[in-house]
């Protein structure tokens, strides 16, 4: 109920004003009703109305909840299966042979010699692999690893594939010169087998 | 900050001292039918718990609780919307509050106020619960001076209506 903090009786000079004297009477009986209703609810209280349930999150909060959790899911396992697939190389086939590029002819006598030269490309083995070999043959090497190289059938391999433009320019570089050739050559060729190793897998 | 539970408390506490407010309401923006005043007072209530959270204190609790009541008495057209179920309201305390509020002893304030327009009977129940001008500006959104013109319209269309009810 509204108190009654202001009177709102007319003034004295408008006691008789016919719309001041119906508003009294519509506010006597406002009072009057005003009055019964605070003693009904004195000798009845009425409960007071229970909210059943307090405002609740929006459907928008709770989905995007949702959304983060699956996204965090999916970056789990994304972690996961990242893991497993570096675990992967250690059970991965083992690179072969038949994996490569077939050689040219020329290659199944060197392949024969050297296995481990199936590997290379054969535009890169073909006409510095002789020098390379004569080099890493005065180079310290293990004589086991050595031994291949002093093979007669690759010394007359290496007759032939001198005769080759790049080998006689190879043959005109001094001895230092070739080493450094050799071990640049080796390591491009190990990068490209790397390459390729990779794509195979 | 406060908890839930007590913001609760404090939203029941209030909505306690005003319930004869809610009530006056209902009676004078229905045809006083049980029914139609359940569902009117239903909808004060879910509109004042709506906007429970965005009350400051900056006026006073029964300005406010009038404010959004007259609101929702006004705009009380049924609309199919989910609101909160308010539970635990004693239906027949409601019916003998209503009954006590619309004795025949009160008949010609009710007929009177119920021939007046939606704004105007907001406006009048307002000046004879004695509100002040400045909070009834509050309210309604209207000036002042405005506020003051229309009551003394409202006075002369009562006037006029009283007495064609005489004749």
Request: contains cysteine; glycine residues 2%.
């Amino acid at each position: 109920m509204k108190n009654n903090n202001q009177p709102h009786t007319p003034p004295a000079g408008r006691q008789n004003d016919p719309a001041d004297a119906l508003m009294q009477e519509l506010r006597q009986l406002w009072d009057q009703r005003d009055a019964r209703l605070a003693s009904a609810m004195e000798e009845e209280p009425m409960p007071a109305p229970q909210p059943a349930m307090a405002p609740a999150p929006s459907r928008k909060a709770g989905s995007r909840r949702w959304r983060y959790r699956a996204a965090a899911a999916a970056v789990l396992l994304a972690g996961v299966a990242a893991w497993l697939a570096l675990r992967q190389p250690a059970s991965a086939p083992v690179l072969t042979a038949r994996h490569l590029p077939a050689p040219e002819p020329q290659q199944p006598l060197q392949a024969a010699h050297q296995p481990e030269a199936t590997a290379r490309p054969a535009d890169r083995t073909a006409a510095p692999a002789a020098q390379r070999k004569a080099v890493a043959a005065q180079d310290e090497v293990p004589a086991a690893d050595a031994a291949p190289v002093q093979d007669a059938e690759t010394v007359n391999l290496t007759d032939v594939i001198t005769k080759t433009p790049a080998d006689e320019l190879f043959a005109t570089l001094d001895e230092a010169d070739q080493q450094t050739y050799v071990r640049c050559n080796n390591l491009c060729d190990a990068r490209e087998i790397w390459t390729r190793t990779k794509t195979l897998l | 900050m406060k908890s839930d539970n007590t913001r609760q408390n404090e939203f029941v506490e209030i909505l306690l001292q005003c319930r004869g407010t809610l009530l006056k309401v209902c009676l004078h923006f229905t045809r006083r039918g049980h029914d139609e005043m359940w569902d009117l007072y239903q909808d004060i209530v879910a509109a004042l718990w709506e906007s429970w959270p965005g009350f400051r204190g900056e006026s006073k609790p029964g300005t406010w609780v009038t404010g959004v009541a007259l609101k929702v008495a006004a705009t009380h057209h049924r609309r199919a919307r989910r609101r909160p179920d308010f539970e635990a309201l004693d239906a027949a305390a409601f019916d003998r509050l209503a009954d006590e509020a619309s004795d025949p002893v009160f008949e010609r304030l009710y007929q009177l106020i119920d021939r007046l327009g939606i704004d105007d009977r907001a406006l009048i129940f307002l000046y004879l619960d004695r509100f002040t001008v400045k909070e009834m500006a509050d309210i309604t959104g209207l000036s002042e001076s405005n506020i003051k013109q229309r009551i003394h319209r409202i006075k002369l269309k009562l006037i006029t209506l009283s007495q064609h009810e005489k004749q």
